[in-house]
């Protein structure tokens, strides 16, 4: 009999080769399999007659092939099958894009069903690459079918066929990780039926029913983690800083913090002389001061003699940073030192000596700080910016070079408070929601693709004022070849170039550059050589360029709101006025709904709520640096009234049995959860 950990090359239609392709969806075992849950589902139980078919409405057709399928090349990489099928009710004309094999499938004069969504009124009806399978068979339509994310060389009825047979085999081992007790008490259904009813549903009841159950379980598990991860900590002890008096560096800066920034800076300080190691999130809005937060930090820990290190994921982020900091930091006696990978080899090494014998008190760098031949004297605080997509390997590899030093982590993502708390699980989090005085607002306008002329004559005006701006486009062009429904970056800057700025110099960044060729475009904007950058979403976590005053967004509805923001938040950064144009031809009443959101506010707290609400979680457990478990059912926008009842049983396990003794299923299931993050978020 197979175990939870067979090897899914064993289940019946797999073999080597799909399991290698299994392989690319994290799918290795027999349990990964039937833990593989749908992303949606097909409701295909409704059959129709040909006439009363309704446009746009899914249905089955069972229907006779009235006459052998033809195949037309209609050019390189477009191919035909076309075929009529008919009923006793009328005749419907079917298409195949780019499945020749279709032809040879399809007998004339067999009787087949036909899922699909059917176009066109009275006599002329027709339906594209429908779901296809012989009378009777009922294995892809008749029923709910799941929808599940696929890879190349895994089909729908592949996955299907092979998850049946999962299931088959191992339904009746599944541990039940959620003790009977609590099981009973918030009814939810077993673990057996719960694995079935998600894959193959019965109803719309027997799914919620199954969904439920499983989204409780996710929820209750990661509570229990998140609580010991937090509990472990808390055991955890080190020597409490004693001096953090700040009053010499608040004298030093040219300005006044603002309320939240001071608010930070005291729970940082709290954190500090604890005893504890801290683990701080401090987020805030692009431009609301958590470079200073961070300063702050440095400066306690020259103070209490330690060494601190800030990382910045680019060499130009980096030397911003430094320029920036270092001065400050020399003021008040604190020797800073800039360590990057594209340094001089003699620059390096004094680098180096002066951070093992300690002369150096703050390092400013790239990941170059965590390279293997780096040692610190007495590393005691890491500064880390996850708005810069840090990964937790290295977050840890730089916490690594120290005994237990403190973690300060900086965000701009405006993340709701309740994601927040469980995005970064066991980090402290504090919130800075106001900006500086002078940050300038950016009018922002949404606006139909008629409007280009029109935007770039206000361009040229900006430019011919001193000024510069980003373009952003949302694709790459991909084996050479540009998508016909999107803007790609190069054809585009290419496009700009010659005949629209001709006489402006037009450049181009997108993510498959590499890093040192994408760094030195961004320097020569920054430097004023380049008036136009033309980008996909690369700049997000871009330089500071004060000067430029104009971002336009293209196809602004296929970004997130909060990604959207992000990219404003690369404008307005100087002493001149800032625009935002987001040029979107999608008219449905969502996507007008999205960027009027945007023009109306700049708050990115109201903005990522808005977010959350109108997209769901995805934007920002998109981004996997966080280092928490994937959520696989849980949807925290719906889910939050689950999330709630969940914690609370955790909770009360919890305090009636600490060590999980009594529940051994339950431990090692939240110990396999977070297994692959053990280390990461301490």
């Not at 996955?159 to 007790?181: I, R």
């Not at 014998?357 to 390279?371: E, M, P, Y």
């Not at 970056?489 to 170039?497: G, I, K, R």
């Amino acid at each position: 009999m197979p175990e939870l950990t067979t090897n899914v090359r064993y289940v019946k239609g797999i073999g080597e080769q799909r399991a290698k392709s299994l392989e690319k969806l994290n799918i290795t075992t027999l349990r990964d399999l039937i833990s593989y849950f749908p992303r949606a589902y097909d409701d295909r139980r409704i059959y129709k007659k040909i006439a009363d078919l309704a446009e746009g409405e899914p249905a089955c057709v069972e229907a006779l092939v009235a006459a052998p399928p033809t195949l037309n090349r209609i050019r390189a990489g477009l191919e035909l099958v076309k075929l009529r099928v008919v009923d006793e009710t009328g005749a419907l004309d079917i298409t195949f894009f780019n499945q020749a094999y279709m032809r040879d499938n399809l007998q004339a004069g067999e009787t087949y069903t036909f899922f699909g969504k059917p176009e066109g009124v009275g006599r002329k009806k027709s339906m594209a690459n429908p779901i296809v399978e012989r009378e009777g068979s009922r294995l892809m339509t008749g029923r709910i079918m799941p929808i599940y994310p696929l890879t190349a060389g895994i089909s729908q009825l592949t996955l299907v066929k092979a998850v049946e047979q999962g299931l088959a085999a191992c339904q009746k081992l599944l541990p039940d990780p959620l003790p009977d007790e609590i099981r009973r008490e918030h009814q939810l259904c077993h673990i057996g039926y719960a694995y079935e009813q998600i894959h193959f549903p019965s109803s719309e009841e027997t799914l919620a029913i199954a969904r439920r159950r499983l989204v409780f379980e996710e929820l209750f598990l990661l509570a229990i983690g998140l609580k010991r991860l937090r509990g472990r900590r808390d055991e955890l002890s080190c020597q409490p800083w004693e001096k953090t008096d700040l009053t010499d560096f608040t004298a030093a800066l040219s300005f006044e913090l603002t309320g939240a920034q001071k608010r930070a800076i005291e729970d940082v300080r709290a954190g500090l002389s604890s005893g504890r190691p801290m683990n701080r999130l401090v987020q805030g809005d692009v431009g609301s001061g958590k470079t200073m937060v961070a300063a702050a930090a440095l400066v306690c820990a020259a103070q209490n003699g330690k060494q601190a290190a800030l990382m910045a994921p680019t060499e130009i982020l980096a030397e911003q940073h430094y320029n920036g900091l270092g001065p400050l930091l020399e003021k008040l006696g604190i020797r800073a030192a800039l360590l990057t990978g594209g340094m001089g080899a003699k620059a390096r090494r004094a680098v180096l000596s002066g951070l093992a014998d300690g002369k150096i008190q703050a390092a400013i760098g790239t990941h170059a700080l965590i390279s293997g031949d780096v040692a610190y004297r007495d590393l005691g605080l890491v500064v880390t910016d996850e708005q810069h997509r840090f990964g937790v390997g290295q977050r840890s590899a730089l916490a690594a070079k120290g005994e237990r030093p403190h973690l300060l982590v900086m965000s701009a993502t405006p993340i709701p408070r309740t994601l927040a708390l469980m995005i970064y699980g066991d980090l402290d989090v504090s919130i800075i929601d106001e900006l500086p005085p002078g940050r300038q607002k950016i009018d922002t306008f949404a606006v139909p693709g008629s409007y280009h002329p029109r935007i770039y004559r206000f361009l040229e005006k900006q430019i011919g004022e001193g000024r510069q701006a980003y373009m952003i486009c949302s694709m790459v062009e991909e084996n050479g070849q540009i998508p016909d429904d999107r803007k790609a970056a190069v054809a585009y800057a290419e496009d700009l170039q010659e005949k629209v700025f001709p006489h402006l110099k037009v450049a181009c960044v997108h993510g498959r550059m590499k890093p040192r060729e994408k760094e030195k475009v961004m320097a020569a904007f920054a430097g004023g050589e380049i008036q136009i950058l033309v980008s996909t979403t690369v700049v997000e976590v871009g330089v500071d360029v004060p000067n430029a005053t104009v971002m336009v967004v293209e196809d602004a509805d296929r970004f997130g709101l909060s990604q959207l923001h992000q990219l404003r938040g690369r404008v307005g950064r100087g002493m001149h006025k800032s625009y935002c144009i987001l040029i979107s031809d999608n008219r449905s009443e969502e996507a007008r709904a999205r960027l009027k959101v945007m023009t109306r506010t700049g708050n990115g707290f109201e903005i990522a709520e808005e977010d959350l609400r109108l997209r769901g979680p995805g934007d920002f457990f998109g981004q996997r640096q966080h280092g928490l478990p994937a959520l696989k059912v849980a949807d925290l926008t719906c889910d939050m009234a689950l999330l709630k009842e969940a914690q609370a049983a955790a909770f009360a396990l919890l305090s009636r049995d600490p060590g999980l003794g009594s529940c051994p299923e339950t431990a090692a299931r939240v110990e396999e959860m977070f297994a692959a993050n053990s280390g990461a978020m301490n």
